[in-house]
């Protein structure tokens, strides 16, 4: 996640609120002055600060009711506050799938352009959109390099020039032979410079001229924090800029004032770049970016990206086998590419409430793991993936390890690891096949279920009470996934286990989406077929949670009582 020093102060200061009743009045000044800090630490003007502060002040004096929850009260002013202060004024440049859509690159040198273009191809393309590249930078030795380096990589068609000097000339040829070639989305490099002046503003306007952009996408550099607002108005005011990208807002503590001041220039901002790879690349929206910096998560941006990236049949697949009880190794490989598709796991986390911080925290190790699992199971054959080898009865089953291992570039225990967790999950899955839990929850029965407690007020209360009682209770009266998923996973991160392999399950999607869906109401409480459907996702992490995310389960903490939580949902039925 992107300012994690800014999102850890704010979350720190509104947990000083007491969750019951109110807050007194000084608490409330103690937080807000807090939270005022914070925004100018990460070099938010001052003069906006200010006038953030009174307004969410005006918004507490104005609710006379006092039996209202301040802390709630308190932290949606501040939320509120945060996105209009975020948001930009025009809305940007919506692709579409039906033409050539050019979209031209711009910015100072080192601002980040040519690797901002190569995640950008990558985000789209991983979405299957037909991209390509022309690289219109002849005044920086290297950057056709660069550009063709990151193509070759991404596997995405680029056009450039070793001998060909005039930029217009390039941008011409490259567009053209895209449009031929009916690509869906052409990006053009453009070349920076140190200072904006006349002769990059020239070159940048005659290339525009030339291939006519659906789109100018200014990159700029966020480590300069509210320094951006002026060059953000000098090119806004040279070419006619569409969009804003802002880089580099890992670790550095400006970018808020980055975000804020190009918020005020009016230019909408549409990704933001947090690292120098090309997964560190995320899309902007005020409402989803304040959520995930207040720990709350965000649940539409989740549920967008899974729907954008699923792979519908695979998924369906996946989805019959484990109603019927089985569980295949491709359909744990399924599991990763639906997971892998929608960028780095730890901006999925990012995305479900609570638990933006311990993805934080357990660092880019996460994506690491998930690559291996990814490359072990590259190397399995068809037959074995399907399971028509059933590789853990195998008689050959160690040579097959160790053929496994030296073609993913391994070691036969993390194979072995590997093994014991696809076991672990087929064998819960086969469990709930049997039981019918797997396809329980189909659209009718979940209707019934959500019928059942409309119909009984008194029934979600008891269920909330005992959700609490189970240390389930958490911001907003509804749950916290971040004390939710500790509980789930005993000892994240302890000792023990081969390294790099505690993973094991991952809940379906299906059932990751139900769960999904009953907790983004904010606030109140899940339905009940939600949450049964959440212990069974929560049941498949049991083995060392998300695949990635498993710490070797060697440190204790204790495995949460399934049987009790699901003993709860049963008498809650009744
Ligand atoms: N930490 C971090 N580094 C980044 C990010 N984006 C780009 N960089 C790095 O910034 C440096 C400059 O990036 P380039 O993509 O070459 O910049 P450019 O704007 O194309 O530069 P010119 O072609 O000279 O105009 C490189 O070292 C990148 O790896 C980011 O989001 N975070």
Redesign the pocket.
Known sequence: MVLVELGRSLRASLNKLSTIGGASEEVIATVLNEISRALIEADVSVGLVKAMKEKIKAKIELTSDSHINKKKLVQKAVQDELVSMLQPATKPYLMSRKKTNVIMFV??????????IAKFAGYYARKGWKVSMVCC?SF?AG?FD?LKQNATKLRVPFYGSYTEADPVVIAEKGVAQFRKEKYEIVLI?T??RHRQEAGLFEEMQEISAAVDPDNTVF?MDGTQGQAVYDQAMGFHDAVDVGSVIV?????HAKGGGALSAVAATASPIIFL????KFD?FEPFNAKSFVAKLLGFGDIRGFMDELQSVKDKDAEKKTQANMIKGKFTFRDLYTKFESMSKMGSLSKVMGMMPGMGGMASMMGGDMDAKFKTFKFILDSFSDDELDGKIDIHTAPDRQKRIERIARGSGTHPAQVEGLLQQHKMFAGMVSKMGKSGMMGGMDEKKMKHAQEQMKRNPALAKRAEEMAKANGMGGMDGGFDMASMMQNAMGGMGGGGGVPGMGGGGMPDMATMQKMMQGMGGGGGMPDMASMQNMMQGMQGMQGGGMPPMGGGGGGGGGAPDFAALNQMMANMGK
């Open positions: 910015g100072l040198q080192g601002a980040g352009k040519t690797t901002t930078d920086r950057a660069q490099d070349s920076g990159v880089t580099k807002l890992d670790g770049g947090s690292g120098e560190d």
